[in-house]
């Protein structure tokens, strides 16, 4: 790549992820003063993995400054070892994140299947527990080789997630690990909600409706999961293949890809906290159920959790 487009194209990610980690925070953020504000950890068991996937997204968000300047630069800033910590802290915060949304998709449908027999605080704090020790089990082995190393000329340095050797298992690793498992998971319990709200005729319409709002929403995670990593996957796969070639559409591919990743983090507590109605303003949510009382009253069904 010219050494003028290389200078555009790192202008160009440098303004995108600094809007994304903008966004980002305040995004996440915002979900952080809700749950301290209503004091929804205690009254609702869902919100602890809801917090667990915050934390991760607000982690990986804290890392794209590393990312920026390496992008911008071309050089890696700090010495080997910030390259190790740099690399694993970004596989354990996508880890922690991804198996925090398998963890929501499972409680979510065990809370909708069962809603008078719900997850106990217990259980919900344990799925948390595991979460994190499963994301730093899976991590310390994948960014073991981690390692900065030098360009072409001595001015490029790059801080790589393994040695050139092991990339295309820690690739095939990463892709079974934290694309083609969780999306089993996911889908396996949309399929859970999709077959009680079949097999269940007898619901009350809120009933119906609250199934319904959880099998969307539980889509919605998958679809935004698989756009957001999906192409980085298929794009390793070309460069594997010997299909990547040089040229302005791969390195809008190459672009689009990395955004799509960071922008994740983004979408997260967007989808499951900030376009819930249970963190609506309470004024508003009121004049809400009085229309609707006068409309058509309904009976609140226990599910009604999401």
Not at 76 to 91: M, R
Not at 105 to 116: C, G, H, L, Q
Not at 244 to 264: I, K, S
Not at 280 to 294: M, N, V
Request: hydrophobic content about 50%.
């Amino acid at each position: 790549m010219p050494a003028h487009h290389q200078n555009v194209y790192g202008l160009i990610f440098a303004c995108t992820c600094g809007v994304i980690l903008g966004v980002g925070f305040c995004a996440n953020l915002l979900v952080f003063s809700l749950f301290a504000k209503r004091g929804a950890l205690r009254r609702n068991r869902l919100d602890v993995l809801l917090l667990s996937m915050a934390l991760a997204d607000s982690l990986a968000l804290l890392l794209v400054p590393f990312t920026l300047h390496s992008a911008v630069s071309f050089t890696w800033p700090l010495g080997d070892a910030s390259c190790k910590v740099y690399q694993f802290l970004l596989a354990f915060s996508l880890g922690a994140s991804t198996y925090s949304l398998c963890a929501v998709s499972v409680a979510r449908a065990m809370i909708v299947t069962n809603p008078y027999r719900p997850p106990t605080m217990d259980l919900v704090v344990g799925m948390f527990i595991l979460v994190w020790a499963g994301s730093l089990l899976v991590s310390l082995p994948l960014r073991i080789f981690a390692a900065k190393e030098t360009g072409p000329t001595a001015d490029l340095t790059f801080c790589l997630p393994t040695i050139h050797q092991h990339h295309y298992q820690v690739v095939l690793s990463q892709f079974v690990l934290y694309y083609l498992a969780p999306m089993l998971v996911i889908a396996f319990n949309y399929a859970r909600l999709a077959l009680f709200l079949h097999r269940s005729p007898a619901m009350s319409v809120a009933s119906v409706r609250n199934t319904r709002r959880a099998s969307l929403m539980v889509f919605l995670a998958a679809a935004t999961f698989s756009v957001c990593w999906l192409p980085g996957y298929v794009l390793e796969l070309c460069v594997y293949l010997g299909l990547y070639r040089h040229g302005r559409a791969w390195e809008m591919f190459y672009f689009t890809c990395t955004v799509l990743q960071y922008l994740h983090p983004c979408v997260n507590p967007v989808l499951y906290v900030l376009l819930s109605k249970r963190y609506w303003p309470s004024r508003g949510r009121r004049l809400l159920r009085c229309h609707r009382a006068r409309v058509h009253p309904q009976i609140v069904s226990v599910a009604e959790s999401f």
